[in-house]
């Protein structure tokens, strides 16, 4: 397994356009969770999925932002209206359904927004 | 609400020398700590995860302690070497009901000079 992948690396986009990531993960996680680190920052927990299902959302996902997982495979969150507050590494990660499984996460989509 | 606080924030120190990373947490509830690396601009690698009924993990010059009951973990880095210059992140997962998550710290930016 190449473990979690993440596409695309790079995104630029001009505020008010919507943009869309992918991530798949490791194929036999049931677990794939979304993050965003700003600069300087550490990464924050924005949703995850067990298998299709959405079980938690945080509060910093805002009404612009929606991530699927159709199929229980790989995961979209797409933007929508971009912000440049929005500019930002998108990290994916995936794991199995227990908590003491580790967390592994992809690369990154890094977005900046002009 | 869970807080993991790093300290110090920054670093320097010569190469060759000795170093240790501080991290606390508010909540004991924790099923496990993970160290990770980042480089500037891109993804996070995983150095050592510790579960939460262990008291340290080592690999090579890297030890990592943890002391649930007391919110603490700290990362030993032994005989430092200028590529170990990078930003150091420390995170607790916890699982509870459907909640799924791991909180970061801020991190430490760590730089050895050569």
Redesign the interface.
Same mark, same amino acid.
């Not at chain 1, 300087?40 to 927990?45: I, N």
């Given at each position: 397994d190449t473990g979690v992948s993440q596409d695309p690396r790079h995104k630029i986009t001009k505020r008010g356009q919507n943009v869309t990531f992918r991530c798949d993960p490791i194929s036999e996680h049931n +677990?794939l $969770?979304w $993050?965003r680190q700003t600069l300087? /920052?550490? @990464? *924050? %927990?924005l949703t =995850?999925f067990q298998n299709e299902a959405q #079980? !938690?959302k945080s509060r910093l996902l805002s009404d612009r932002f929606s991530a699927e997982r159709p199929k229980g495979s790989f995961s979209t969150l797409e933007i929508q209206r971009t912000e440049q507050g929005d500019s930002a590494?998108y #990290?994916c990660?995936s794991s199995l359904d +227990? &908590? !003491?499984y *580790? /967390? =592994? %996460? &992809? @690369? &990154?989509t +890094?977005l900046t927004v002009t | 609400k869970q807080e993991v606080t790093q300290i110090p924030a920054a670093l320097s120190v010569p190469e060759g020398e000795n170093l240790v990373l501080n991290c606390s947490f508010t909540d004991s509830a924790i099923y496990n700590l993970q160290w990770f690396r980042q480089d500037p601009g891109k993804g996070l690698t995983s150095l050592l995860l510790i579960q939460s009924s262990q008291r340290e993990q080592t690999s090579g010059r890297l030890n990592a302690s943890l002391d649930k009951s007391s919110g603490r973990s700290t990362l030993y880095i032994a005989a430092s070497q200028p590529g170990d210059s990078a930003t150091y992140l420390c995170a607790v997962r916890q699982v509870w009901d459907r909640d799924d998550k791991i909180i970061f710290g801020k991190g430490t930016r760590l730089h050895i000079l050569p």
């Open positions: +677990r $969770y $993050y300087g /920052q550490g @990464p *924050e %927990f =995850y #079980l !938690e590494m #990290l990660a +227990r &908590g !003491e *580790e /967390q =592994y %996460f &992809g @690369p &990154g +890094r | -």
